[in-house]
C-alpha cells in the first residue's frame, strides 16, 4: 500500500534554534518528494521538490534531504523563526502518474519566542 | 501572478443541507483538483479535472458530491445533502500538467456541518 508516514506528530521548539522533521515512505514506483509548508487557515506552499537523483536541496533555511535506497527524508530547519510555526507535510508522486499525490499527515511544528 | 481563487472562505450549514465551492484556477492551468482535508490529516484527492474532463474521481461520494468545470477554466464543487463527517477544509488546486510537476493551492474552504 502506498503510505507516507511523518514524524513527530508534532514539535515545539523556542525561536532560533533547529529542527529536523522526518518523513517515511513506501510509494512504488516513486517518481518525487515534496515538502510543503501549511500555515493556519491557508492552503499548502510547496517548499521543495526532489527526483529520484537529487539527495538534497535547500529553500533558505529549509534544507531537505533525500534517501531513495531506504525511503527516507528529512526536512532541517535551521535558526527557526516564529513564522515558521505551521503543518509541514511530505508528499509523494507516482512515476507515470505525478499528478497522483500521496500524503502525510503533516507534522505541527511551534516556534515560541 | 494571481494565485488560485476559493469563495467562500468559510460556511457553516445544518445536516442535510447543500452547500457549493467555488474555484478559480491560476490562469493557463489546464489541471485543477479538489482535495478535502479534515483537521490532522493530510489532504485527500476528491476529483481530478483536465481542462473540463474528469481524469480521477475513484474517491468522491457521487451519491451527495458533484463537481464540474464546464468552461474548462472555474469550477464549483456541491455537496447535497450534506453530513456531519463533511466537515473538513476543501482545497482547490491547479498545475500546468504535463509541463510541471508543481501544484499551487487555494486558501481553502473551511465547511461546518452541524
Known amino acids: 500500500k502506498n503510505q507516507v508516514e511523518q514524524s513527530p506528530q508534532s514539535l515545539i521548539i523556542l525561536e532560533g534554534k533547529n529542527c529536523t522533521l522526518q518523513?517515511?515512505?513506501?510509494?512504488?514506483?516513486?517518481?518525487?518528494l515534496r515538502w510543503y509548508k501549511q500555515d493556519t487557515g491557508r492552503g499548502p506552499v510547496s517548499l521543495t521538490i526532489m527526483t529520484f537523483s537529487e539527495n538534497t536541496k535547500s529553500n533558505g533555511r529549509y534544507t531537505a534531504t533525500l534517501d531513495a535506497d531506504t525511503k527516507q527524508s528529512s526536512l532541517h530547519i535551521t535558526a527557526s523563526q516564529l513564522s515558521d510555526s505551521a503543518s509541514y507535510i511530505c508528499?509523494?508522486?507516482?512515476?507515470?502518474?505525478?499528478?497522483?499525490?500521496?500524503f502525510g499527515t503533516g507534522t505541527r511544528l511551534q516556534v515560541f519566542p | 501572478e494571481a494565485g488560485v481563487a476559493q469563495s467562500p472562505r468559510y460556511k457553516i450549514i445544518e445536516k442535510r443541507q447543500s452547500v457549493a465551492f467555488w474555484c478559480n484556477p491560476i490562469?493557463?492551468?489546464?489541471?485543477l483538483y479538489w482535495y478535502q482535508q479534515i483537521l490532522g490529516q493530510g489532504p485527500k484527492l476528491l476529483i481530478q479535472?483536465?481542462?473540463?474532463?474528469?481524469?480521477?474521481d475513484s474517491q468522491l461520494p457521487k451519491d451527495r458530491f458533484s463537481a464540474e468545470r464546464l468552461k474548462g477554466v472555474d469550477s464549483t464543487l456541491k455537496i447535497q445533502p450534506a453530513k456531519l463527517e463533511d466537515s473538513a477544509v476543501y482545497l482547490c488546486a491547479s498545475s500546468a500538467g504535463r509541463t510541471s510537476y508543481e501544484q499551487y493551492f487555494g486558501p481553502g474552504t473551511r465547511l461546518t456541518v452541524t
Open positions: 479535472f483536465q481542462n473540463n474532463g474528469v481524469v480521477d
Open positions: 518523513c517515511n515512505y513506501t510509494v512504488s514506483p516513486f517518481s518525487n
Open positions: 490562469s493557463g492551468h489546464a489541471t
Open positions: 508528499v509523494v508522486s507516482l512515476l507515470y502518474n505525478t499528478d497522483k499525490l500521496i
